[in-house]
């Protein structure tokens, strides 16, 4: 699934769903931080850092989503989301939601480039038909 070039609307229904998701990251990652820092937890820097990480690669992954390994690195991300629950257990809510919306996005998004490209293709067919 990683390796094809996707179409206009696909990038720009997994873009808009990247962009949410590193908002839903940012403010997990602000969770997590508070939380460690209230409970005297060493890493609580650590895990405002490597929230913003996952955030910014989010948007990495939107730029990214132009060339041939866009996708990979959208499915790497839902990943590391995932992982993420490992320090703050209800961001599995947060990788779910993501992931579905992703997976959706994906398929949903790859069917209607395919409608748009035949319709394309049957309305040079006419005009070329008709001069």
């Known amino acids: 699934m ?7 609307l696909t990038r720009r229904l ?4 990247l962009l949410a998701q590193a908002l839903s990251v940012f403010f997990g990652a602000l969770v997590a931080w508070r939380l460690a820092q209230a409970y005297n937890e060493e890493r609580a820097d ?6 913003v990480a996952l955030a910014l690669l989010c948007v990495v992954a939107v730029g990214a989503l132009r060339s041939r ?20 257990p209800a961001m599995v809510i947060v990788a ?3 992931g579905t919306l992703w997976f959706l996005c994906l398929r949903h998004g790859r069917r209607m480039d395919t409608v748009n490209a035949e319709r ?6 006419l005009s070329e038909g008709e001069g």
Request: one cysteine or more.
């Open 2 to 8: 990683g390796s094809v070039t996707l179409g206009i």
């Open 14 to 17: 997994c873009g808009a769903t």
């Open 46 to 51: 650590l895990y405002l850092v490597g929230g």
């Open 69 to 88: 390994h866009g996708a990979a690195l959208g499915w790497a991300v839902q990943i590391l989301t995932l992982a993420s629950a490992l320090v703050l």
């Open 96 to 98: 779910g939601i993501f």
């Open 120 to 125: 394309e293709a049957q309305a040079r067919q």
